[in-house]
């Protein structure tokens, strides 16, 4: 089995930065992509960013320029770094990670983290 758990939401300002942070433990012997997506309140959930192994990204257009994706492969810990937020940055946010084991990709889910930005 393999655990999920984002941290890091919270309420901020316009303007404001906030960091998530995700960590995958359990039966890893391998992760490929790593990345996070949100789901806004009536909207479905939508990439923000997704981060490969080898650390090429790419970022939804709505983020590009705020948001940056990083990820550590010796914790199995993958960031994203949020500057310059907006009211429709509001949502929650979750981590997902792609196991690969046998040659086959699991995908894991955490449970998300609320992301609040209002005056």
């Known amino acids: 089995q393999v655990q999920v758990e984002e941290s890091g939401g919270g309420l901020v300002q316009p303007g404001g930065s906030l960091r998530l942070s995700c960590a995958a433990s359990?039966?890893?012997?391998?992760?490929?992509?790593m990345g996070w997506y949100r789901q806004a309140p009536g909207k479905q959930r939508e990439l923000v960013a997704v981060?490969?192994?080898?650390?090429?990204?790419n970022y939804a257009d709505s983020v590009k320029g705020r948001f940056t994706i990083s990820r550590d492969n010796g914790k199995n810990m993958v960031y994203l770094q949020m500057n310059s937020l907006k009211p429709e940055d509001t949502a929650v946010y979750y981590c997902?990670?792609?196991?690969?084991?046998?040659?086959?990709?699991?995908?894991?889910w955490g449970q998300g983290t609320q992301v609040t930005v209002s005056s």
């Open positions: 359990g039966n890893i012997f391998s992760i490929n992509t």
């Open positions: 981060i490969s192994g080898t650390g090429s990204s």
């Open positions: 997902n990670v792609n196991v690969l084991r046998y040659a086959l990709t699991y995908a894991y």
